[in-house]
């Protein structure tokens, strides 16, 4: 199985820009990515999604902040966050998505301090 790990997470304050990124240990090719967050308390949401074609689609709520990319070359996927909020605050997932399962990276901490 291809393990997922984030990393780029981090305090900063509201307004600020983060960008995340994961890395696959296997060939991300053909699969769809997507970045999920949980915050406390709360159930966990999609984010942003990118099929391997590059078609991406985002939660409305973050739509013209965030940005989803991926390098299939080097088994990458990035989240660009900016105009960064304190209701952004959250876990922020990694995921690999299949019909019927999701392979979940380990989470990276983001809180937007006000």
């Known amino acids: 199985q291809v393990q997922l790990v984030e990393s780029g997470g981090g305090l900063v304050q509201a307004g600020g820009s983060l960008r995340l990124s994961c890395a696959a240990s296997g060939s991300i090719f053909s699969i769809r990515m997507g970045w999920y967050r949980q915050a406390q308390g709360k159930l966990r949401e999609m984010v942003a999604t990118i099929t391997s074609g590059g078609t991406s689609d985002y939660l409305d709520s973050v739509k013209g902040r965030f940005t989803i990319s991926r390098d299939n070359n080097k088994n990458l996927v990035y989240l660009q966050m900016s105009g960064l909020k304190p209701e952004d605050t959250a876990v922020y997932y990694c995921?690999?998505?299949?019909?019927?399962?999701?392979?979940w990276g380990q989470g990276t901490q983001v809180t937007v301090s006000s």
């Open positions: 995921a690999e998505l299949y019909n019927g399962w999701v392979n």
